[in-house]
């Protein structure tokens, strides 16, 4: 319907889909809203899924752009590289050099590339000192985009992402309404016209949070979130570690329904 008949989603725990869980507990996402979308429930439509969390650059253009190159889907979404510059000492510059390889390999294979750059941190406390080297990255990354012809989902501008419900409370992940409003997002840059409109805003919050809770949040974030992730650095584990890709194959694809809030999620615009 709308020129895909296939689409292959490569990337980490952003495109898996975490933390938009389903009640199995496994995770829906992005990815799986856009595929949705992109089938508008055609049962020729395939989609495979092969991100996985905690995959580094390498790790990701080793092991799933290769079968993307294989499979020569009509779309591929590509978001990779986060988990690589928030490491300290990280050379952001590198890895946008190695990411970039990657987007050529699959515009010189004919396949159309849609890119993802990083959020805001801004709101995030203590995440927000990522803020500087997320710019870096960004800017990067539109120059690829534009060298390579491939489209970009601009996270970092995207208002409703600058709001702390947008995400999780491991403030890496994003919320299920989050998730839902990117997915709207891509369906626009790709062109795709939706009833619902990713910008609205979101509801006025019934209390404002206090500084004092936002200093118990950040305790209770470095004790259950951080420092667990600076054990794994250190021991060279990811969260990935003995998973399987979601959906390792090209398949039709069994609709949500995309577009519905789910029913925890805001859906009533602030008065």
């Not at 989603?9 to 496994?26: K, M, Q, R, V």
């Not at 406390?125 to 803020?131: A, F, P, T």
């Not at 979101?202 to 209770?220: G, K, Y």
Request: charged share 25%; with cysteine; hydrophobic share 40%.
């Amino acid at each position: 319907m709308y020129g895909f008949d296939s689409y292959v989603a490569l990337g980490d725990s952003f495109t898996e889909g975490l933390n938009d869980g389903l009640p199995d507990g496994s995770f829906r996402g992005w990815a799986d809203r856009l595929a949705e979308v992109l089938a508008a429930g055609r049962s020729d439509f395939r989609y495979a899924n092969l991100a996985l969390r905690g995959k580094m650059l390498d790790e990701i253009l080793d092991e799933q752009l290769p079968i993307a190159l294989e499979l020569k889907p009509d779309l591929v979404t590509l978001c990779a590289g986060g988990n690589d510059i928030i490491v300290p000492g990280a050379d952001v510059d590198a890895v946008t050099e190695r990411l970039e390889e990657g987007v050529a390999k699959l515009r010189e294979a004919g396949i159309p590339v849609l890119m993802f750059n990083g959020p805001d941190t801004k709101v995030l406390s203590v995440m927000s000192v990522l803020r500087g080297k997320v710019a870096i990255y960004n800017t990067n990354l539109w120059a690829i985009a534009e060298r390579h012809g491939a489209r970009m989902v601009d996270l970092w501008t995207m208002a409703p992402l600058h709001d702390r419900r947008a995400w999780s409370d491991d403030r890496l992940h994003f919320s299920p309404e989050a998730h839902r409003r990117i997915a709207m997002k891509a369906a626009e840059v790709l062109g795709i016209p939706l009833e619902s409109d990713w910008r609205e805003p979101w509801p006025l919050e019934e209390a404002p949070n206090r500084w004092i809770d936002s200093r118990r949040s950040d305790l209770t974030w470095t004790k259950v979130h951080l420092l667990p992730w600076i054990r794994r650095q250190l021991r060279g584990e990811s969260m990935g570690d003995g998973l399987s890709p979601k959906r390792p194959q090209l398949a039709p694809l069994v609709p949500l329904d995309v577009l519905e809030v789910p029913d925890s999620a805001p859906h009533q615009q602030a008065s």
